[in-house]
């Protein structure tokens, strides 16, 4: 496999992702960060942290937007919920 290869079938990966979760709004946050130890707002910050890497001038507004679909704001209206009791002891006890 050549590098571009690679960079192509990771960048195909990734999309993927991205549109399963924007697919799954009925997941929350809290419910990834508790099972896979990284949410939505993770994959922002990393996003936004590549586009540093590169010098690419990305907000982490932008960052958000791209990974929710919508901008932040607008999707915490339509689809956070508020976080269960268990929920948040699962996230307290966790080490995020």
């Known amino acids: 496999m050549t590098d ?3 960079l192509e079938l990771e960048a195909a990966a ?3 992702l991205i549109q399963h979760l924007r697919s799954r709004p009925d ?3 809290i419910d990834l ?3 896979a130890g990284f949410c939505r707002n993770c994959l922002s910050k990393w996003y936004k942290a590549a586009a540093d890497d590169l010098e690419v001038s990305v907000s982490i507004e932008e960052a958000r937007e791209e990974i929710y679909g919508m901008p932040y704001a607008e999707w915490k ?3 956070q919920k508020e976080a269960s009791a268990e929920q948040q002891a699962a996230f307290d006890q966790g080490k995020h």
């Open 4 to 6: 571009q290869e690679r």
């Open 27 to 29: 997941v929350q946050n």
């Open 77 to 79: 209206a339509k689809y």
């Open 14 to 16: 990734f999309r993927n």
């Open 33 to 35: 960060m508790n099972l």
